[in-house]
């Protein structure tokens, strides 16, 4: 069988730093190849080099042959009907301003030069075969994740390409949605009706998706091959220290400490005894939930939830998406108004000591500002004293020079550890933790979520965690709240 894609000695270069490295690789129709590797092992770099969008200031060394073309000049010609890009985070990949059903129409139009007829008839089926046919008038803001993930995948793949680049593809979503995106992908490898198979690369840190697409993996660490070969071989026995790391990483191998065993929350127990669960022997109540009902859009998300929160305790939140976590998260911090039942406050809270950390560490900085500087924006705002940074900083183990960079020369795991030190120079008393890890890879992940409930208990601050990993929060929390039983 002819490759589709073969990279010999692939390596790419900054002036003064290699990014990846003699990196060789043969795709097949039909047979999925997914790369592996924690955030900046120079994943991303192999697709842009692939495509031809790598920036100028990178320079790339090796042969691509790509569809039996060696090196290829104006790689833009494979754009759509021979290569199929699905970026990261779709949201940012569609076009704000227009519906899906009027940027999937533009794909037949501008691209395969439809007329309006065809492009409108063929825009409706692929909806319908996605389950968006009700969703086509919507905006990708108005999309849940994983609606926004296959309205990507569907302008990706209208054009025909046989390829299909995937870069972290399940990026936030929860486990339901990555395996429908996971399945998803593993349909175009496969024939349909009189067309050839198609050929499949993903770029994941996403364990769990690489067991499922199968097939052959590439495991990589700062630019360079550890390990490679077939899928299921290695992820159940791997050889390279790292690769045994990535999958130690799994929340079924954590060992966390907890002052107490995780119990589910559910709704006998919160009837019974709505006050009491949860509130620790020593800790102080802080907060108090009584019959909660919250509304988006004249829309019920959940109703009748009672809980209660203490100093020092970790609250786990998850369930699928849009079944209300990040509105009860803003309604908690009086973001949202739109909610009937009872919440009260047992301690007096200043302003600034209801904080939350965003699940995307990136988008919740300006990336054209220093960290220092935004350090010190909040020290000047709130009056904060600054002796306490240095300890802080050893704490959080970030180095002191990282202050002197901008957001966007800082990696995820990085970032959301500096977002840590901001919150916790406000001196919280609740902190809300929403899918802080969702975009991070395994081990910094686990090293992250590790940190995030230490820092709360050394603070005496309630924790609300909330995330789409059950196993994750069972390791982690006192008690568990399954927010679409409600």
Known sequence: MNTMLKIENLSIHTDTQTLVQNLSLDLYPQRPLTILGETGAGKSLIAAAVAGTLPDALKPEGDITLFDELNPLNRERFWGKEIALLPQEPWLALNPLRTIAAQINEVHKLVLNKDRSQSDTLTHRALQQMELDKDGGKHPFELSGGMAQRAAYLCATQAGGKLLIADEPTKGLDESRRDHVGQLLLSHCQPFENEKPGGLLTITHDIKLAKMLGGDIIVMKEGEIVEQGDAKAILEQPQAAYTKALIRAQPEYWSFDQPTSSQPLNESSSQTAPAEVGIQSGQKPLLE?????????????????????????????????????????????????????????????????????????????????????????????????????????????????????????????????????????????LLIADEPSSRLDPITAAQTLKLIVEVSKEANCGLILISHDQLALSKLCNKVIDLSRY
Request: proline fraction near 4%; hydrophobic fraction near 35%; aromatic fraction near 6%.
């Open 289 to 429: 939930v009584e019959g909660l009902a919250i509304y988006r859009d004249q829309k019920i998300l959940f109703s009748d939830l009672t809980f209660s929160l203490s100093q020092g305790e970790i609250l786990g939140v998850y369930g699928d998406s849009g079944c209300g976590k990040s509105s009860l998260a803003d309604t908690l911090l009086g973001l949202h108004n739109d909610f009937s039942g009872n919440i009260n406050w047992l301690q007096k809270i200043e302003k600034g000591q209801r904080l939350k950390l965003y699940q995307d560490p990136p988008s919740a900085h300006s990336p054209h500002t220093t960290l220092k500087t935004l350090l010190d924006d909040l020290c000047a705002l709130h009056k904060l004293n600054r002796s306490k940074i240095p300890a802080l900083l050893d704490r959080l183990s970030l180095d002191s020079a990282l202050l002197e960079r901008p957001s966007s020369q800082v990696s995820g795991g990085e970032l959301q550890r500096f977002a840590i030190l901001r919150a916790l120079l406000m001196s919280p008393k």
